[in-house]
């Protein structure tokens, strides 16, 4: 079992950067598929990134591509988000995820999810 606990979210102005972690437990996810999602008010939980199990893939949606970075520290066990040049559009609620299988864009692929943290940008 893999628990995942997300962390670094909060307030911040347009334009504003937040570095989002995600803190893995219960097994090493080295060889685990890991991916940000999240979700805004009303509106469905969305893709936002997502990186191999090599670190050597990565994948974003169009709409984060250029602002966003995924990383991943496999020997501490953590993935990141580092977010730039936020836009109030960019608030939601960003849950981490990690699977065994190869990287995916889709939520369903994935079988371990964190709480979630929250982001929000001001404008």
């Known amino acids: 079992q893999v628990q995942l606990v997300e962390s670094g979210g909060g307030l911040v102005q347009a334009g504003g950067s937040l570095r989002l972690s995600c803190a893995a437990s219960?097994?090493?996810?080295?060889?685990?598929?890991m991916a940000w999602f999240r979700q805004a008010p009303g509106k469905e939980r969305e893709f936002v990134a997502a990186?191999?199990?090599?670190?050597?893939?990565?994948y974003y949606a169009d709409s984060v591509k250029g602002r966003f970075t995924i990383s991943r520290d496999n020997a501490k066990n953590t993935v990141y988000l580092q977010m730039n040049s936020l836009k109030p559009e960019d608030t939601a609620v960003y849950y981490c995820?990690?699977?065994?299988?190869?990287?995916?864009?889709?939520?369903?692929?994935?079988?371990?999810w964190g709480q979630g943290t929250q982001v929000t940008v001001s404008s």
């Open positions: 995820a990690a699977d065994p299988s190869l990287a995916s864009l889709r939520s369903r692929s994935y079988k371990y």
């Open positions: 219960g097994r090493t996810v080295s060889s685990y598929a």
């Open positions: 990186i191999s199990w090599s670190g050597g893939s990565y």
